[in-house]
């Protein structure tokens, strides 16, 4: 459902909101192909497209959305990396991490024929690092700390780990919120890291895919016999899957749903759904980076979890109307605003 959101008083703050990224990047090569190639067999390429992937689309978005944004992560020296320090500028994107010499960025290359996708990727100094390289983050009151997926499952994710383990980071004694994204390979994923990551009680923000993965990896059983009716019962389904998940983090869940929005519950309370807003399926990735980033912001920006979502669901529909070469790109916070005027309207 809707509500009037757009009239909401932002929070009163001492500082300029901030949104920390501990989330890895590297350089997206995307390749367009008549077909999947079998093995050994030589398939030419009509298109070419190159991004900058992994935790920068979230601080592109929470830049748009207004938020002041830093990458914690390590940079390397290379022609990847230069490609990435570039994309950062213009983007106007702090980054405060390390820097690791005689490194270059990871590469992922991606085919894809239109209907399906294979990955080829090779990690590079994003990857590296050791459990002090985010000592020097020390996120103010009301800033949000994004973890993305990809910095759980390599030499980063010690890095991670002493992150969250410092006294500050106590969901007790925090000023600041924390947003992870967790990965659908959860199973590579170390389980004393994944038990930190529960106690430190986040804001779980996932797709479907991910949240089934995060119950299969807490042995939580889901009843499925809804999806199995000719009406799908997809929303049952999702409501279900959120409360349980919930339950057992103890600590809010966002399960997104692309242009069905996203079901949200904060724990103790009810499950809310948040009505997304349809648009033409013109991009190729995912515009669950551009949520998370609008998420992130509008959270640093003092507006509530069921506020922040409302207004990140016309941002993600907005991103996919405005992709470049099939990569949503975020509106900036006046647009998504007006465009949520204008439904509301209708």
């Known amino acids: 459902m809707l509500s009037d959101i757009v009239n909401k008083i932002r929070a009163q703050r001492d500082h300029e909101p901030t949104v920390f990224s501990l989330g890895q990047t590297w350089v997206d090569m995307l390749m367009h192909v008549p077909q999947m190639p079998e093995a050994g067999r030589f398939i030419e390429t009509s298109n070419v497209t190159r991004c900058v992937g992994g935790s920068f689309q979230v601080l592109d978005a929470a830049t748009r959305m207004g938020a002041h944004t830093k990458l914690a992560s390590m940079l390397g020296t290379g022609p990847w990396a230069d490609c990435i320090a570039s994309a950062l500028r213009r983007a106007h994107i702090a980054h405060t991490g390390r820097t690791l010499p005689n490194q270059d960025n990871g590469l992922r290359i991606i085919l894809s024929d239109g209907e399906h996708k294979a990955y080829v990727a090779h990690h590079g100094a994003e990857s590296r690092g050791d459990a002090d390289a985010y000592k020097d983050i020390h996120p ?19 890095a991670v780990q002493k992150f969250l383990t410092r006294a500050e980071c ?20 170390n389980a004393q890291l994944l038990e930190t990551l529960i106690l430190a009680r986040p804001i779980w923000s996932m797709n479907r895919q991910q949240a089934r993965s995060l119950a299969d990896c807490l042995a939580i059983d ?38 069905r929005g996203a079901w949200i519950r904060q724990h103790g309370e009810g499950v809310m759904h948040i009505d997304g807003f349809p ?21 640093a920006e003092g507006w509530d979890l069921e506020a922040s979502v409302q207004i990140a669901n016309a941002a993600a529909a907005l991103a996919i109307a405005h992709n470049v070469n099939g990569v949503p790109v975020c509106p900036g916070y006046d647009e998504a605003t007006a465009f949520i005027k204008e439904k509301l309207a209708d």
């Open 140 to 158: 103010q009151k009301g800033d949000v700390v994004h973890i993305s997926s990809n910095a759980l499952m390599n030499d980063g994710a010690v």
């Open 222 to 259: 889901i009843d499925e016999t809804p999806t199995m009716r000719v009406s799908g019962g997809f929303d049952e389904s999702m409501l279900a899957l959120c409360t349980s998940l919930s339950d057992v983090l103890r600590a809010p869940v966002v399960l997104r749903a692309g242009s």
């Open 279 to 299: 648009t033409k399926a013109t991009h190729i990735r995912s515009a669950g980076p551009a949520h998370t980033g609008a998420l992130c912001a509008l959270l």
């Open 170 to 189: 106590q969901p007790d004694a925090r000023t600041f919120r924390i947003v992870l994204n967790p990965t659908s390979a959860l199973r590579l994923v």
